[in-house]
Nanobody, 123 residues
């Protein structure tokens, strides 16, 4: 089992930046693909970025490409998401997730999920 805890959410003005982190426990995530998905009120969950186990491959949804950056620190069992140039439409609960298999094109299916953390972008 992998337990995932997100941190770093909050309120930020449009155009601002925020950093999210997730830390895994229970099992090392060195060989897991990791990703961040988000869900806004009344909308379906959208997985916006994924990184493979080595960090050599990443995926970004068009909605965040060029603004968000995912990275991982295997030694600390941690994954980071840097959110820049934030827009009000980025407001959502952000979930960190883990998968045994990385699939290209944003098709990774995640098996383990954190509880989510709120990001609110004010206009």
């Amino acid at each position: 089992q992998v337990q995932i805890i997100e941190s770093g959410g909050g309120l930020v003005q449009a155009g601002g930046s925020l950093g999210l982190s997730c830390t895994a426990s229970g099992r090392t995530i060195d060989r897991y693909a990791m990703g961040w998905c988000r869900q806004a009120p009344g909308k379906e969950r959208e997985c916006v970025t994924t990184i493979n186990w080595s960090g050599s491959n990443t995926y970004y949804a068009d909605s965040v490409k060029g603004r968000f950056t995912i990275s991982r620190d295997s030694g600390k069992n941690t994954v980071h998401l840097q959110l820049n140039s934030l827009k009000p439409e980025d407001t959502a609960v952000y979930y960190c997730a883990a998968s045994r298999s990385y699939l290209f094109g944003g098709r990774t299916q995640f098996e383990y999920w954190g509880q989510g953390i709120q990001v609110t972008v004010s206009s």
